[in-house]
């Protein structure tokens, strides 16, 4: 067990790690328990005493249940536990919320109603979508993915969305287009990270992908996690799951689609070009100047606050699907 430490620095409450299968059903199950006559059974007494209540962390998280999708059997687990949906949500990264990893409360203020995404540049078909389109155009599905942050810690996350080989289905592509940049929320009232302030940072947050690799079964667009639909801490309403990349690739809270001729700027990559580049890969040989990339924290995988130390996989585990893209 010398692999498995506890999780000090996060400072993540103990009461606040929840299985997901626990706290998303507890409810409906005191609701059939109440209605039924039955009292439960409350062992122990602990236990009893937080289904009843409801912290803020969860109340950010029990949004409306996604009733239209299937589970992808490709995707349908990984080599590892499911990170609870409590622990995921809690240690986000999302700078124009803030520069550490507790921004939940500050996403909040993410405004998600009539949300529109807009998909323009070098297609036949451009398109703005909102979310009511989005969700019953295209075929939403869930699939479990591992997620690999550039800063050697991992999760494993079930995501709900469609892979963006629809969305090029449907808009069509030119033959020039060979790239896409996709474009976060900005407001500089609203996304108020530390670096608003020192109006150095290359806002709005912005990733890009070849159109080979948005082309590809894994590249993802997603719409919830969890089974509901996608907590703003998690970039809501609509982002990105590149999962053979690292996490930063993934853009959140995504209201532009573009297709370009040539690379677009990116975020991190025009921050800190040899601490991230555009590829970004994930991969165990290639060491970030500030994290060896050998191995990887994989978050909550012990009972409770532990983390454990795997080794990497190149491509994320995911090369049989991407590698030949390389
Ligand atoms: N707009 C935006 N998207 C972003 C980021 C960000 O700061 N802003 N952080 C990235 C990084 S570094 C990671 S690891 C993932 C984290 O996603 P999660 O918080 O949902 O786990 O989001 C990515 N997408
Ligand atoms: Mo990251």
Redesign the pocket.
Same mark, same amino acid.
């Given at each position: 067990m010398t692999l498995i430490r506890i999780i000090k620095p996060w400072q993540i409450k103990v009461n606040q790690i929840t299985p997901p299968q626990v706290y998303f059903n507890r409810r409906r199950f005191l609701r059939n328990a109440v209605g039924a006559g039955i009292i439960a059974a409350c062992a122990p007494l602990n236990a009893c005493k937080q289904s009843l209540s409801e912290s803020p962390l969860e109340n950010t998280l029990n949004l409306p249940k996604i009733n239209s999708f299937k589970t992808n059997p490709a995707f349908a687990q990984v080599d590892r536990p499911i990170t609870e949906a409590t622990l995921?949500g809690q240690y986000?990264? #999302? +700078?124009?919320f803030g520069g550490g990893k507790n921004i939940w409360p500050k996403a909040q203020s993410l405004p998600t109603e009539n949300w529109r995404v807009e998909v323009t540049g070098l297609v036949n078909h451009p398109q703005t979508y909102d979310l009511d389109d989005i969700k019953r155009k295209f075929p939403l599905e869930e699939r479990v993915y591992r997620?690999r942050?550039?800063e050697a810690w991992s999760?494993a996350l079930p995501w709900v969305g469609f892979p963006m080989s629809a969305l090029i289905k449907a808009v069509e592509p030119t033959s020039q287009a060979k790239f896409v940049r996709f474009t @976060?929320f900005y407001d500089p009232k609203i996304t108020t990270g530390p670096g608003f302030h020192l109006g150095k940072l290359p806002w709005p +947050?912005q990733e890009g992908l070849t159109i080979a690799e948005m082309a590809n079964e894994l590249a993802f667009l997603a719409v919830g996690i969890y089974g509901r639909d996608l907590p703003k801490?998690? =970039?809501a309403p609509i982002?990105m799951v590149i999962p053979w990349k690292y =996490? #930063?690739k =993934?853009?959140? @809270?995504i209201v532009k689609i573009e297709f370009l001729e040539s690379q677009p700027a990116t975020y991190w990559n025009t921050l800190g070009p040899n601490e991230y580049d555009f590829e970004a890969n994930v991969n165990p040989d290639k060491p970030h100047p500030r994290w060896s990339q050998a191995t990887e924290k994989f978050i909550g995988s012990g009972p409770g606050l532990t983390w454990e130390i795997r080794e990497t996989l190149p491509y994320n585990g995911y090369g049989e699907y991407v590698a030949s893209l390389y």
């Open positions: 995921a986000n990264n #999302f +700078y124009e997620f942050c550039v999760m @976060s +947050y801490q998690h =970039g982002r =996490g #930063f =993934g853009a959140k @809270s």
